[in-house]
């Protein structure tokens, strides 16, 4: 049985004042989550203070991008070891603004996941297809081949510690969100591909999650699909009541 995994990631928003207030609603009104995992995926300058308020409860923090060395002349780059250091347990990695904005291509991306791994951060490897693409009919193969190049080299044991996340690149900050059953077809597909490449026991056991205009108002839909293991949330992971709504999402809805 997979625990649900709920992960906000804040993107280039909250100062540390900000992140601060955030956290403690959070913290306030979260109650028992002993079913399911809590994630907080604040920007790099927040990280130290989120750690120091999320230290000993049940939310673990994450970070939103990572460099693929440890150390160096690397201007801007933020390393694992670094992450690790602040308190980070997991690392998102392939993002789609990542991709589009930054040009992060899947080589990059599939270093950055061994990168994660090496240095014991769980990476949360992001994968989605664009409108156009989807469009085409391509939104399968595109996905699929995504995944397989991530992952590739990789061995079963390896990939069993890597959380999927689909985040279909046309839903996201749109208010757009595919259909419950769109998400549990390309997630099933994706679930697919893992048990080609690592095996049925490990494709059965890994998180695959749904981001991509994330509320409190589609997420006991969402949750209800059985290849659907969690999300995550954009927009509605900056104000608590939102994502804590999300957090406690209903599993006996759909």
């Known amino acids: 049985m997979r625990t649900p995994l709920l992960a906000g990631n804040w993107k280039m928003y909250k100062t540390t004042g900000e992140a601060r207030e955030l956290v403690e ?19 790099f300058t927040a990280l130290h203070t989120v750690r120091d308020l999320v230290q000993g409860t049940p939310i673990a923090l994450g970070a939103q991008d990572v460099y693929i060395e440890p150390q160096g002349a690397f201007t ?7 992450l690790r250091d602040l308190g980070c347990t997991y690392v998102i990695v392939g993002h789609s603004e990542r991709r589009a904005i930054f040009g992060e291509g899947d080589d990059l991306i ?26 085409a009919g391509e939104a399968e193969t595109i996905v699929v081949a995504q995944v397989r ?12 510690r890597i959380v999927i996340a689909y985040e279909p690149v046309w839903a996201i ?24 490449l690592a ?16 509320k409190p108002d ?17 927009g509605a992971s ?11 999402f209903l599993p006996t809805q759909g």
């Open 25 to 43: 609603g959070l913290l306030h009104g979260l109650g028992d989550v002993s079913d399911r995992k809590v994630l907080v995926c604040p920007p």
């Open 76 to 82: 801007g780059a933020i390393s694992p070891v670094m």
């Open 110 to 135: 599939g270093k950055k996941v061994r990168a994660a791994l090496t240095h014991d951060l769980t990476p949360i490897l992001c994968v989605g297809e664009t409108k156009p693409q989807r469009d």
């Open 149 to 160: 190049a991530a992952l590739a080299g990789m061995t079963p044991d390896q990939i069993a």
């Open 173 to 196: 900050g749109t208010g757009d969100t595919a259909t419950p059953a769109d998400a549990q077809a390309m997630h099933a597909t994706i679930r697919q591909t893992l048990g080609e």
């Open 199 to 214: 095996g049925i026991d490990v494709a059965a056991a890994i998180n695959i999650l749904y981001g991509g205009s994330v």
């Open 218 to 234: 589609n997420i006991d839909d969402l949750m209800a699909q059985p290849d659907i293991d969690g999300a995550l949330v954009g």
């Open 238 to 248: 900056l104000k608590a009541d939102s994502f804590l709504r999300i957090v406690h």
